[in-house]
């Protein structure tokens, strides 16, 4: 079936670099994805979303990136910090249809 | 403005022991999910209120979940009997629409021994 998935399970950065988290998506009838932040022992934390009449969208040190093209979605953190360590996950939604998540990449950020 | 409240934060219970976990969503959010996320996945969703009614409850086991949303606010979710398998963290979100941002909680984190 089709789904959400992510290049790399893990990332690791130093402090300060800008981190680049890749998703792609199969599902061409997605209209509305969205990027969230999970700290361990905690729920997901929303960062920013973007529909697909948009192909950029930027927030306080985070941008979203959708090329519709060849379905992938990415996130951009500017100047990355220790706080930002944590599992990113990118979803996606087709309409009305349920929200359906990727497994998740792993931030480590050095000091 | 108080987020998305879930209790408890951690049950540990022995195989075939019920077990329940309750929700109170973001004041004024009409639509609640149920999530069930195990390690190292994404959450995957087990069921959708909009306000009482259950609209998507295709993904929840039947045979031994249930769930329920009395007057369209809390939400409680229960398992009987409960199964090894049946650990995971289960996570409520709570959006004003269904089309809208979904914001969640903390999570239960249960542990079936």
């Known amino acids: 079936g089709e789904s959400v998935g992510l290049h790399l399970p893990t990332l690791s950065v130093q402090e300060g670099d800008n981190s680049i988290i890749n998703c792609a998506y199969s599902?061409?009838?997605?209209?509305?994805f969205i990027w969230y932040k999970q700290e361990s022992g905690k729920g997901p934390q929303f960062i920013i979303d973007?529909?697909?009449?948009?192909d950029k969208r930027q927030g306080q040190r985070v941008t979203v990136l959708l090329n519709k093209t060849v379905k992938h979605l990415s996130l951009q953190i500017a100047a990355t910090q220790p706080g930002d360590s944590a599992v990113y996950f990118c979803?996606?939604?087709?309409?009305?249809?349920?929200?359906?998540f990727g497994k998740g990449t792993m931030l480590l950020v050095s000091p | 403005e108080a987020g998305v409240v879930q209790s408890p934060r951690y049950k540990i219970i022995e195989k075939k022991q019920p077990v329940a976990f309750w929700c109170n969503p973001i004041?004024?959010?009409?639509?609640l999910y149920w999530y069930r996320q195990n390690l190292g996945q994404g959450p995957e969703l087990l069921i959708r209120?909009?306000?009482?009614?259950?609209?998507?409850d295709s993904q929840l086991p039947k045979d031994r979940f249930s769930a329920e949303r009395l007057k369209g606010v809390d939400s409680t979710l229960k398992i009987q009997p409960a199964e090894l398998g049946d650990s995971a963290v289960y996570l409520c979100?709570?959006?004003?629409?269904?089309?809208?941002?979904?914001?969640f909680g903390p999570g239960t984190r249960l542990l079936v021994l």
């Open positions: 979100a709570s959006s004003l629409v269904a089309e809208e941002t979904q914001y």
């Open positions: 599902n061409s009838a997605s209209d509305y």
């Open positions: 973007i529909r697909s009449n948009m």
């Open positions: 979803a996606e939604k087709a309409g009305y249809s349920t929200l359906t």
């Open positions: 004041s004024g959010h009409n639509t």
């Open positions: 209120y909009e306000n009482e009614e259950a609209v998507d």
